[in-house]
Each structure stands twice: as C-alpha cells, then as structure tokens.
T-cell receptor, first 109, second 114 residues
Framework: DQQVKQNSPSLSVQEGRISILNCDYTNSMFDYFLWYKKYPAEGPTFLISISSIKDKNEDGRFTVFLNKSAKHLSLHIVPSQPGDSAVYFCAASGPDMRFGAGTRLTVKP | ETGVTQTPRHLVMGMTNKKSLKCEQHLGHNAMYWYKQSAKKPLELMFVYNFKEQTENNSVPSRFSPECPNSSHLFLHLHTLQPEDSALYLC?????????????FGNGTRLTVT
C-alpha cells in the first residue's frame, strides 16, 4: 500500500528554468511533509519541510507547496542549477513517516 | 568526524553467510533507524531505536537482527538472507523520534546476496 506517490520517475530541465517535482499522498492523517535530496553513492539529505497548517514554505531557491484538499505537494526549484541534479524523495508523516519512490531530476547546462 | 557513518559501503554475501552492518552517528542524536531501499521502490522503515530501546519493528523477517548498544551505534546482523534481500540499507538518526524530526542518513551499505 503505497501511501506516498511520486508519479514521475524522472524530470529533465534546462539550467535557469524552474523544476517542479510532484508528490501525492492518500492518508489524510499525514500532517507534516518533507523533501530529501539524494546524490549518487550518498544518503538522502533533508531539504525542506512543511506543516499541514501552511500551504507554502520557502527557503532560498526551494519552495514547497501543499494542497491539502488535493492531497498534493510540490517542490519548486528556481532557478535550477546543474548541481541540483539528484533524486528527490518526498516524505509524509503523522504518525508514521512514509516515503515516495523518488524523482530523478537532471538539470542540463 | 561528523554525521552518520556506515560500514561497509558494499557487501556481497552468500545465503548461508552471517555478516553485520555497522552504523555510527556523531550528532548526539537519540533515535536511530534502519531503512531498506530496493530499486525503484520507496524507502522502507525496518527498525527504530529511541534511547537504545527498540520502539518499532516493521514486520521485518527474523533473518535481520538489529542491535543498539548505545545511542551512537547501531548494527544490523544478517544471516541466511535471500537474493531478494539485495538492496541499499540506510542508517539514519534524528534528535528525537518523532514525525516532524528530519532524518540524517548515512551513505548506505549496498548489499548483494548471491
């Protein structure tokens, strides 16, 4: 039972443009959401999070949007840089933490 | 040394072998976790330890046996594994066990069972 889904396995974007990574969840008990970034041969690193009482959280080039009614969140990266190329995992928690399968982002110079 | 360190980075073992994965965190965290990542699948939580006490066992087969001697060290003992257990095993830690606490991951052990 996959409660957190990232339906796009991969995404390719030109440097300087916006990257939008999407995540859907099914469990309405989830009330906290996180994004992690993973480079090859490294473990995931925490990127940004959002509580269900908010609909937007911004940190520099990274913004996470939450649409509770649609059970959907998205991560926007603008402007995208080649160093952003990685696998991005969304995670939802409350009380358990569940991860999506990841989206591989490639930012082309 | 800082962060979460996992050894070995790669491990190949036969189905009759016994091996152990080691994780050490230098962050002063109180909770430690084992996750399994199979190809193209979400991370699966295996075990959670909070202040050295196991608080979650996510229906993991007994051929995986965790050990947490103190808040800084976590082991995963492996015996009579199956080829389908081949995966990336990730250790993580957090300041406390809780749904809103970001996890700090190690670089993982890539396990191949032959």
């Amino acid at each position: 039972d996959q409660q957190v889904k990232q339906n796009s396995p991969s995404l390719s974007v030109q440097e300087g443009r916006i990257s939008i990574l999407n995540c859907d969840y099914t469990n309405s008990m989830f009330d906290y959401f996180l994004w992690y970034k993973k480079y090859p041969a490294e473990g995931p690193t925490f990127l940004i999070s959002i509580s269900s009482i908010k609909d937007k959280n911004e940190d520099g080039r990274f913004t996470v949007f939450l649409n509770k009614s649609a059970k959907h969140l998205s991560l926007h990266i603008v402007p995208s840089q080649p160093g952003d190329s990685a696998v991005y995992f969304c995670a939802a928690s409350g009380p358990d933490m569940r991860f999506g399968a990841g989206t591989r982002l490639t930012v082309k110079p | 040394e800082t962060g979460v360190t996992q050894t070995p980075r790669h491990l190949v073992m036969g189905m009759t072998n016994k091996k152990s994965l080691k994780c050490e965190q230098h962050l002063g965290h109180n909770a430690m976790y084992w996750y399994k990542q199979s190809a193209k699948k979400p991370l699966e939580l295996m075990f959670v330890y909070n202040f050295k006490e196991q608080t979650e066992n996510n229906s993991v087969p007994s051929r995986f046996s965790p050990e947490c001697p103190n808040s800084s060290h976590l082991f995963l003992h492996l015996h009579t594994l199956q080829p389908e257990d081949s995966a990336l095993y990730l250790c993580a830690s957090s300041q406390e066990q809780g749904p809103r606490t970001p996890l700090h991951f190690g670089n993982g052990t890539r396990l191949t069972v032959t």
